[in-house]
């Protein structure tokens, strides 16, 4: 047994010293932050979507509007970039903004939540706005939509029609 005791501790000697020249070698090197690199399905899992509906527009031809939360729990910045719906041609992210004393809508491109944070979409400020409604919704009714974040896989969430409508 013992020469094997011995052999066991030379190869460990060995690559102790071997251990030991590559750290010295790379003592000039800084440190590199590691980032944890997580699945697409894991962070979009920590992206929480909550108090979801839809004011329908009162007049036929005119945009929708939609209101969500949105809660970031990743350690990075999340950033919505698109939402789409089979019920609307085209859905854009909208905020207010104070234009010479009015208020007016904007597209953005995106919206950006902090970790940690949590992004309101509600009327006179962020806000979904539906354009093109292809068939009927009534108050109550429940549709597909679809959340696209940067660098993420996309989000199915459920539109519901509120029960206070666009005047
Ligand atoms: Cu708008």
Not at 136 to 154: A, H, I, Q, R
């Amino acid at each position: 047994m013992k020469p094997i005791i011995v052999a066991i501790i030379c190869v460990f000697l060995v690559l102790g010293i071997v251990i030991m020249q590559s750290n010295s070698s790379g003592g000039d090197v800084k440190p590199e932050k590691v980032k944890m690199e997580k699945p697409n399905n894991a962070v979009i899992e920590s992206v929480g979507i909550s108090g979801i509906w839809v004011r329908l527009a009162l007049l036929e031809g005119r945009p929708s509007a939609a209101y969500l939360k949105i809660t970031n729990f990743n350690a990075d910045n999340i950033t919505l970039i698109s939402v789409t719906s089979e019920k609307f041609d085209r859905i854009e992210i909208h905020t207010h903004l104070m234009e010479e004393g009015v208020m007016k809508m904007r597209e953005i491109d995106e919206l950006i939540v902090k970790p940690n944070e949590t992004v309101e979409l509600k009327p006179g400020g962020y806000h979904l706005m539906l354009f093109g409604l292809k068939d009927k919704l009534e108050k109550g009714d429940k549709f597909p939509m679809t959340l696209k974040f940067k660098g993420l896989e996309e989000k199915q969430i459920e539109g519901i029609v509120g029960q206070e409508n666009l005047k």
